[in-house]
């Protein structure tokens, strides 16, 4: 999903559109915190469900923050089922967050890593890979034309040339 903002910066783009002023949270698990929990459910096999997520879920605008800082956020109060276009993969109109105390109160769990420190791995490494991710469901994400205009409309004084 971070390839939503890397792309932007691997196409020289300035800005990026955020859908429901980018509050909206879905809650990310790094694969830290995920292979911590596996490690423990395996120490102590059981018949269970447990979640697993970073602390302190993070919304949209601070994943962009995490992932491409260089990236100037354009806010806007429409969401992204009444403006696909302008969609991203975190973009739901309630918060998603999970409830890891089962986890710790069975396990002992506690994550090993926060977002934005995970996170630059996968930001590292999508800067630099040449995997196309154009058969994937990411490719919705990049209607610069949709982004452009609204740059243009809503904040004139960026010029006529948003990217």
């Known amino acids: 999903r971070e390839w939503f903002f890397v792309k932007r910066l691997r196409d020289g783009r300035r800005n990026v559109v955020l859908v429901s002023r980018g509050e909206s ?9 995920l292979a911590e929990l596996i490690r423990l459910a395996l ?23 995490a992932v491409a800082p260089e990236l100037e ?13 302008l969609s991203n993969p975190w973009a739901v ?13 069975e396990l ?3 994550p090993v890593a926060d977002y934005r420190g995970a996170v630059q791995a996968t930001r590292d490494w999508l800067l630099t890979t040449d995997r196309d991710f154009s058969d ?26 948003a990217s």
Do not use: M
């Open 93 to 105: 109109p309630y918060p998603i967050v999970v409830d890891t105390t089962k986890a710790e109160r």
């Open 43 to 65: 120490e102590n096999p059981a018949d269970r469900i447990l979640n697993s997520g970073d602390p302190n879920p993070p919304t949209v605008a601070d994943i962009g923050r």
């Open 73 to 85: 956020q354009v806010p806007i109060d429409e969401d992204g089922y009444a403006r696909p276009d």
């Open 108 to 110: 002992g769990y506690r």
């Open 136 to 161: 994937t469901y990411l490719t919705r994400y990049f209607d610069y034309a949709a982004e452009d205009e609204v740059i243009r409309t809503a904040h004139p004084e960026r010029g006529a040339h």
């Open 25 to 33: 949270r879905f809650h990310t698990t790094s694969v830290d915190n």
